[in-house]
């Protein structure tokens, strides 16, 4: 069953990030420290970190606590640029633009709006220099 509404907004803390969706569902990462998890592998097996969020969740929002279920758990490869920063801009093969970047929820909006106007115009913005693809190599 949905959870009633329990957060307006996303919910950052210094172990656990989770926000509410329309449907009354949450989401949240398994790794306790995402945004500056640089592993390569998963340290436990998933279902042991969806355990440890559940708890984590459930200390966070105790209101709600004894009606926290794992609904779904997903494994995925986060995009992060070798050196952390964004990549915008054109590369090969000719007509792909790369728009990769960590911060997805935060820069999302704006590297859309960046790309699109790069897209249409063609006009690549110098102050992008340090974020192009071409710095890999």
Avoid at 54 to 70: F, K, Q, T, Y
Avoid at 114 to 123: K, N, R, S
């Amino acid at each position: 069953t949905p959870l009633p509404p329990t957060l307006r907004h996303i919910l950052a803390t210094p172990g656990q990030e989770v926000r509410q969706l329309a449907d009354g569902s949450l989401l949240a990462p398994a790794s306790a420290h995402h945004q500056s998890d640089t592993a390569e592998a998963l340290a436990e097996p998933p279902e042991v970190m969806a355990g440890a969020t559940l708890a984590r969740l459930a200390a966070l929002l105790p209101s709600v606590a004894g009606d926290l279920r794992i609904a779904r758990l997903l494994v995925a490869e986060r995009p992060v640029p070798g050196d952390g920063l964004p990549v915008l801009g054109s590369c090969a093969p000719h007509g792909l633009y790369a728009a990769v970047m960590h911060s997805g929820a935060t820069l999302g909006a704006l590297a859309g709006e960046i790309a699109a106007d790069e897209i249409l115009t063609g006009v690549a913005r110098s102050d992008l220099a340090p974020f192009r693809p071409g710095r890999f190599g």
